[in-house]
Nanobody, 116 residues
Framework: VRLVESGGGLVQPGGSLRLSCVAS????????MAWYRQVPGDQRELVAD???????NYGVFAKGRFTIFAHMGKNTVDLQMDNLKPEDTAVYYC???????????WGQGTQVTVSS
């Protein structure tokens, strides 16, 4: 199973980015897909997740600015990020949870830098 993120980059404060994640090598639908982020020296934190049944959860910092979209049947998940702030600078990771013996799968991460 492989998860590949795309869409990261450099953006000015107040700008927008859309991250995408595509999973391959699966013969199952993930039960949950999510985006996490991590700054060097800090723990990885949840940005947003979406369950197979449609329930969505956002980190406090993401509410009102970020939106998660997923096609669970195709194991793809996007993250629309608006009104970005310098403190959003981090490596963003895609995560999928599922399988015959459910486990977490991670992408390699994509860098998001918010700076003027």
């Amino acid at each position: 199973v492989r998860l590949v993120e795309s869409g990261g980059g450099l953006v000015q404060p107040g700008g927008s980015l859309r991250l995408s994640c595509v999973a391959s090598g699966t013969d199952f639908s993930f039960l949950r897909m999510a985006w996490y982020r991590q700054v060097p020296g800090d723990q990885r934190e949840l940005v947003a997740d979406i369950m197979l049944g449609g329930a969505i959860n956002y980190g406090v910092f993401a509410k009102g600015r970020f939106t998660i979209f997923a096609h669970m049947g195709k194991n793809t998940v996007d993250l629309q990020m608006d009104n970005l702030k310098p403190e959003d600078t981090a490596v963003y990771y895609c995560n999928g949870f599922g399988g015959s013996t459910p486990r977490h799968y991670w992408g390699q991460g994509t860098q998001v830098t918010v700076s003027s």
